[in-house]
């Protein structure tokens, strides 16, 4: 944990992030958290926004081969991850979707 930590020492995060915002404020809003356990990182998350991934991770010049595919939930959410850096922070995109059932409830397999 980083005890004695000031919000001043989230800066390096917070400046990502406002950057962020100025520079790619045309893109779908995700959700950004910002920690004091890990306070070089930024995270931005999507939810049910796999397209809002894909735009932010082509923006940010992160190359398709870096993003690790998984699922979570029984199957049923897709998660993407990547990570990059920007304006001196550790950037963790994640994203996830709803996997849709292949077969309507009740239907004969």
Request: proline letters at 7%.
């Given at each position: 944990?980083?005890?004695?930590?000031?919000?001043?020492?989230?800066?390096?995060?917070?400046?990502?992030?406002?950057?962020?915002?100025?520079?790619?404020?045309?893109?779908?809003?995700?959700?950004?958290?910002?920690?004091?356990?890990?306070?070089?990182?930024?995270?931005?998350?999507?939810?049910?926004?796999l397209a809002g991934f894909e735009a932010?991770?082509?923006?940010?010049?992160?190359?398709?081969d870096a993003v690790t595919h998984g699922t979570q939930n029984g199957d049923r959410t897709h998660v993407l991850r990547t990570v990059g850096e920007y304006a001196g922070a550790k950037l963790d995109l994640v994203a996830y979707g709803h996997i849709p059932d292949l077969a309507p409830a009740g239907a004969a397999a």
């Open positions: 944990m980083s005890d004695g930590l000031t919000l001043d020492g989230l800066s390096v995060p917070l400046r990502a992030l406002r950057l962020l915002a100025v520079d790619f404020g045309h893109l779908s809003a995700p959700d950004a958290h910002v920690s004091r356990l890990y306070p070089q990182r930024l995270e931005l998350t999507f939810h049910d926004d932010w991770r082509d923006a940010l010049n992160i190359a398709p």
